[in-house]
């Protein structure tokens, strides 16, 4: 959190500069790193009920990366489904 501020503030105008912190990310190869059973941990901790999709991330990365976020600066998009709120 206070690199992306940091380095918002110091790079603007020039760069903007945000965080994208992904929750738990289903994808076709997610039995490699994790089991059916870990899988599934995470979905019951996850307020929404299920884990993040990769689309979901690249969606919101190219939001950032489009002229529609022209002023979005030091942001840090949660894309978690509420599982990391504090």
Do not use: C, W
């Amino acid at each position: 959190m206070v690199f992306t501020h940091t380095l918002a503030k110091e790079l603007a105008p020039q760069v903007r500069t945000n965080s994208v912190m992904p929750g738990t990310v289903e994808t076709q190869h997610h039995e490699i790193h994790s089991t059916a059973e870990m899988m599934e941990n995470y979905r019951k901790q996850t307020p929404l009920g299920r884990n993040t999709f990769a689309e979901e991330v690249a969606s919101s990365v190219l939001f950032l990366a489009s002229d529609m976020s022209s002023h979005i600066n030091g942001a840090l998009i949660d894309i978690s489904g509420g599982r990391f709120l504090r």
